[in-house]
């Protein structure tokens, strides 16, 4: 009896070993001061430049109080105006023009199965994401001086095509994970019900693309906004937008002029992405 318990303990079943944490990056050593760090080196300039567009001094280092007075004389300068029209026609125009090559090229290139030179297809689209800017740029240069030189054509025309094929791969890059996500059955099952290829797109693809389209078109006219590379080599004299013109005030007198124009930049882009947000929050 005396050897009962000894025995019930060397039948009593083993203890599983634990299991091994996952893998997480968080828990590495100083994960938390480096990214405090690294939001702080984004984020701190940008709350600077902010800070100092109410600044009533024409310093951009000296605080004299808050004030409006950059943003009035922004408002009142006529080259700002005019830079300001020009750069939302061109990004406008650039957005379009680009979510709709975008649109078709998603569409042809991942509804069509695999095909031989597809990936060509692929880099041939994401080139301008490849290679550097300055490339494209002079590229374009040349391409359009041969045109100007031909047609005597001096209009905002380049500058609409060159952000038009600058930003197709930034307009074709969420579309195309639109599209490769949606689940074919209800394009399936229009065609089942005799729907032609046109009518299965207007009633089923396109409602369920639409996110990713408004996605590519809103990155794009963000992308032809701020651009200064391209614009500063294809544009002609008088074209200034407000990204160049910007540039040209900081090879001139620099003020908190700039400092208030780049905040309403800011605050557009801040007003696009939220609406973007809800929009898709409510279809999702």
Not at 10 to 21: C, S, V, Y
Not at 114 to 135: K, T, W
């Amino acid at each position: 009896m005396a050897d009962a318990p000894l025995t019930g303990a060397l039948h009593a079943p083993a203890a599983a070993p634990a299991r091994p944490r996952a893998f997480s990056v968080t828990r590495l050593p100083g994960f938390g001061a480096i990214a405090v760090l690294s939001f702080a080196l984004l984020y701190l300039p940008i709350v600077t430049l902010v800070v100092f567009s109410f600044n009533d001094l024409s310093s951009m280092s000296d605080w004299g109080g808050l004030s409006l007075r950059w943003y009035r004389d922004a408002w009142a300068n006529e080259a700002v105006q005019e830079a300001t029209v020009r750069s939302l026609v061109i990004a406008t125009a650039a957005a379009v023009l680009s979510t709709a090559v975008a649109t078709l090229a998603a569409l042809g290139t991942t509804r069509q199965g695999r095909f031989r030179g597809r990936m060509a297809i692929y880099a041939l689209i994401n080139q301008p994401l490849m290679v550097p800017e300055i490339v494209t740029a002079v590229s374009l240069l040349i391409v359009f001086g041969f045109v100007r030189s031909s047609t005597g054509y001096q209009g905002l025309g380049y500058l609409i095509l060159a952000h038009s094929a600058f930003c197709i791969p930034f307009a074709y890059l969420p579309i195309r994970a639109r599209l490769e996500n949606m689940d074919r059955t209800l394009e399936l099952a229009a065609g089942d019900l005799y729907a032609s290829p046109v009518q299965a797109f207007r009633r089923i693809t396109l409602p369920l693309l639409a996110p990713g389209i408004l996605a590519g078109a809103m990155l794009a006219f963000v992308i032809s906004l701020d651009d200064v590379v391209i614009t500063e080599f294809v544009k002609s004299a008088g074209q200034d937008t407000l990204a160049t013109y910007m540039l040209g005030q900081f090879r001139r007198t620099l003020t908190p002029e700039v400092n208030a124009i780049s905040t309403v930049l800011l605050a557009i882009t801040l007003v696009l992405l939220t609406a973007f947000f809800f929009i898709t929050r409510k279809r999702g």
